[in-house]
């Protein structure tokens, strides 16, 4: 189970009810998302982290928002695979790779 929110964001075993992963993440982290091996993260600051599931922080990709609060994987199409990001502006970041992004939305 994930926990965020709080001042850190951690991956909790259920069975023996306690953390086995806190990652060095700075601020609340609003959303996260399972990704084959990884967790996408965002929260307080322009950037979705891209964290193992042993606890290190492996790529901060940076974001038009200041402040991330949503995130949402396209996961249904194979061909048509994509990550959007939300937050504090009027922008929407869309990420056809996992590696960068690909160009934003403005409304």
Known sequence: MLCGGGPSLSL???RSLSPTSIFPLTGCQRQTSFYQDMILAVGEGPSVAHCLLGGE??????????????LQL???SAEHR????????????????LSYRAFSLSF
């Not at 990550?83 to 056809?96: E, K, P, Q, R």
Request: charged share 5%; with cysteine.
């Open 12 to 14: 909790w075993h259920l």
């Open 57 to 70: 922080v492996k790529a901060q990709i940076p974001c038009t928002p200041q402040s991330l609060n949503t």
């Open 74 to 76: 396209n996961t249904n």
């Open 82 to 97: 994509m990550l959007t990001v939300g937050g504090s502006s009027n922008h929407i970041d869309v990420f056809t790779n």
